[in-house]
């Protein structure tokens, strides 16, 4: 097998805005659901510590970018502040599109190609208050902020998403309480994710009717699904998983329409979202050009206790439940585990099943805890765990790539430690250490052995 990467591999980082701006309501923005969220309950968030305390990156911009060439990156990803670019759903904020402007051009003087994502988990407050994604509304909304976006950028930016992980503002939001509006209903859940859906299809839909350059995708955590066995009523449970979780944006995104399974499923247990005439063929226009798969740990699953099953269905939980593999390899920090070949059996299931679509992992990483136990005496990080993750998921890239997957691209989340939602800075993920004192950024030792492999293009074993 090859240790070789592919020519013109986009070797880079990923963030976004609300987790890297800061400038909290400066310069025209407004609110966002976690900006609302954190005045109502600060406790809720770790520390206390809530989004205006981020990594600066309004004022450092220029700096990272300068940085990231340093390094050697060639790309890297972050994200567009709805409700700094819209403050109120319909101006343009003219001292957002000059920030914006120049930041992109500061990444791309640096020879780092701007990878431009719309939305990351952070609703206007404006829109909130008119249901968010439980609107209808929502759709036209998006739409004229992505076009708006497109316009203001697009002689800049060539690669565009719409969303990021939109299953987890579903997950989280409408069937548990880790993001705003912390509702418990399936079936506000799935009218939620349908939206979302018909919402990234309208911003394709204008990207393409306005013939924009560059290509548009959009940002999917496809965490594979393994059954505890291979027993038929577990590979059921498997099915059903895969359905509701990767399915159901998958195929709207690259196939245009959702898989017949899945509709049956929603049917049968009442769950079906109200839709319109036409809904179909927005779905059909909004095929994506290119994926960007989130990958962090593999979903294992088994059987629900028959007598345990709601019907109607009232959680995903009631077509399969969580199956602790007692084998697993774990990063007890995150309590997440880790399982490199994942990355190999998305590639083949994106080749196989998936029209071998461009795609590229635009997300995968280690978040630490207390991360300075492992300082030098030089104050450098010596995240070798960090190494030792990368290096392994690289060689299951790579693995895959021999075998024809159509994998362009590596980013690790973070390129500088973020604030991350309700955890703030608990886990550390990046590439440099952000010191919450000064802002300063002190390279990793993980910065230093990726800034070679990328010189190389080549793995280190």
Same mark, same amino acid.
């Given at each position: 097998?090859?240790?070789?990467?592919?020519?013109?591999?986009?070797?880079?980082?990923?963030?976004?805005?609300?987790?890297?701006?800061?400038?909290? /309501?400066?310069?025209?923005?407004?609110? +966002?659901?976690?900006?609302?969220?954190?005045?109502?309950?600060?406790?809720?968030?770790?520390?206390?510590?809530?989004?205006?305390?981020? %990594?600066?990156?309004?004022?450092?911009?220029?700096?990272?970018?300068?940085?990231?060439?340093?390094?050697?990156?060639?790309? $890297?990803?972050? %994200?567009?502040?709805?409700?700094?670019?819209?403050?109120?759903?319909?101006?343009?904020?003219?001292?957002? @599109?000059?920030?914006?402007?120049?930041?992109?051009?500061?990444?791309?003087?640096?020879?780092? =190609?701007?990878?431009?994502? &719309?939305?990351?988990?952070?609703?206007?407050?404006?829109?909130?208050?008119?249901?968010?994604? =439980?609107?209808?509304? +929502?759709?036209?909304?998006?739409?004229?902020?992505?076009?708006?976006? $497109?316009?203001?950028?697009?002689? *800049?930016?060539?690669?565009?998403?719409?969303?990021?992980?939109? !299953?987890?503002?579903?997950?989280?939001?409408?069937?548990?309480?880790?993001?705003?509006?912390?509702?418990?209903?399936?079936?506000?859940?799935?009218?939620?994710?349908?939206?979302?859906?018909?919402?990234?299809?309208?911003?394709?839909?204008?990207?393409? =009717?306005?013939?924009?350059?560059?290509?548009?995708? *959009? !940002?999917?955590?496809?965490?594979?699904?393994?059954?505890?066995?291979?027993?038929?009523?577990?590979?059921?449970?498997?099915?059903?998983?895969?359905?509701?979780?990767?399915?159901?944006?998958?195929?709207?995104?690259?196939?245009?329409?959702?898989? #017949?399974?899945? @509709?049956?499923?929603?049917?049968?247990?009442?769950?079906?979202?109200?839709?319109?005439?036409?809904?179909?063929?927005? &779905?059909?226009?909004?095929?994506?050009?290119?994926?960007?798969?989130?990958?962090?740990?593999?979903?294992?699953?088994?059987?629900?206790?028959?007598?345990?099953?709601?019907?109607?269905?009232?959680?995903? %939980?009631? $077509?399969?439940?969580?199956?602790?593999?007692?084998?697993?390899?774990?990063?007890?920090?995150?309590?997440?585990?880790? /399982?490199?070949?994942?990355?190999?059996?998305?590639?083949?299931?994106?080749?196989? #099943?998936?029209?071998?679509?461009?795609?590229?992992?635009?997300?995968?990483?280690?978040?630490?805890?207390?991360?300075?136990? $492992?300082?030098?005496? #030089?104050?450098?990080?010596?995240?070798?765990?960090?190494?030792?993750?990368?290096?392994?998921? &690289?060689?299951?890239?790579?693995?895959? !790539?021999?075998?024809?997957?159509?994998?362009?691209?590596?980013?690790?989340?973070?390129?500088?430690?973020?604030?991350?939602?309700?955890?703030?800075?608990?886990?550390?993920?990046?590439?440099?250490?952000?010191?919450?004192?000064?802002?300063?950024?002190?390279?990793?030792?993980?910065?230093?052995?990726?800034? #070679?492999? *990328?010189?190389?293009?080549?793995?280190?074993?």
């Amino acid at each position: 097998m090859t240790r070789k990467f592919p020519e013109n591999f986009l070797w880079g980082a990923a963030t976004s805005a609300p987790q890297s701006e800061g400038a909290q /309501y400066e310069d025209g923005k407004t609110a +966002s659901t976690w900006d609302v969220w954190f005045e109502k309950e600060p406790e809720r968030f770790y520390n206390e510590v809530g989004p205006k305390d981020t %990594s600066l990156t309004y004022e450092k911009y220029a700096k990272d970018a300068k940085l990231m060439s340093e390094m050697n990156l060639n790309s $890297f990803r972050t %994200s567009i502040s709805w409700n700094r670019l819209l403050p109120d759903g319909k101006t343009v904020n003219e001292k957002a @599109v000059l920030y914006y402007r120049d930041y992109f051009l500061k990444l791309k003087e640096q020879g780092v =190609e701007p990878i431009v994502n &719309l939305f990351h988990f952070d609703m206007p407050w404006w829109l909130m208050e008119k249901g968010g994604w =439980e609107s209808r509304e +929502s759709i036209e909304h998006f739409a004229y902020y992505a076009n708006t976006a $497109f316009e203001q950028f697009g002689d *800049i930016v060539q690669h565009w998403m719409t969303f990021n992980e939109p !299953i987890v503002h579903v997950q989280c939001g409408y069937l548990g309480n880790d993001h705003w509006p912390q509702v418990n209903n399936f079936k506000q859940a799935v009218q939620v994710a349908y939206h979302t859906m018909l919402a990234h299809a309208a911003a394709v839909k204008v990207f393409k =009717e306005k013939q924009r350059k560059g290509r548009i995708g *959009i !940002i999917l955590n496809l965490s594979p699904v393994y059954a505890r066995s291979d027993k038929e009523e577990d590979q059921e449970a498997r099915g059903n998983s895969e359905l509701l979780h990767i399915k159901s944006f998958l195929d709207p995104a690259v196939l245009g329409k959702y898989p #017949e399974e899945l @509709v049956t499923m929603l049917k049968d247990n009442d769950l079906l979202p109200a839709a319109e005439s036409g809904d179909s063929e927005l &779905l059909a226009a909004g095929k994506v050009d290119y994926l960007g798969v989130n990958y962090y740990q593999p979903l294992r699953v088994q059987a629900v206790n028959k007598e345990k099953v709601h019907h109607p269905a009232k959680s995903p %939980s009631d $077509f399969s439940r969580a199956y602790d593999w007692p084998e697993k390899r774990m990063n007890l920090y995150r309590g997440w585990e880790i /399982y490199p070949e994942g990355i190999y059996d998305i590639a083949i299931m994106l080749k196989d #099943e998936y029209e071998n679509i461009p795609w590229y992992i635009s997300e995968n990483g280690m978040g630490v805890s207390d991360e300075e136990r $492992f300082m030098d005496e #030089e104050g450098i990080v010596q995240d070798d765990y960090r190494i030792e993750f990368i290096r392994d998921h &690289l060689d299951q890239t790579l693995k895959a !790539i021999d075998e024809g997957a159509n994998c362009f691209g590596y980013h690790l989340w973070t390129f500088v430690d973020c604030w991350s939602w309700l955890n703030a800075y608990k886990n550390r993920y990046g590439y440099y250490r952000y010191d919450l004192e000064t802002g300063k950024r002190i390279p990793k030792k993980s910065s230093f052995w990726m800034s #070679e492999i *990328i010189q190389r293009n080549e793995l280190d074993r």
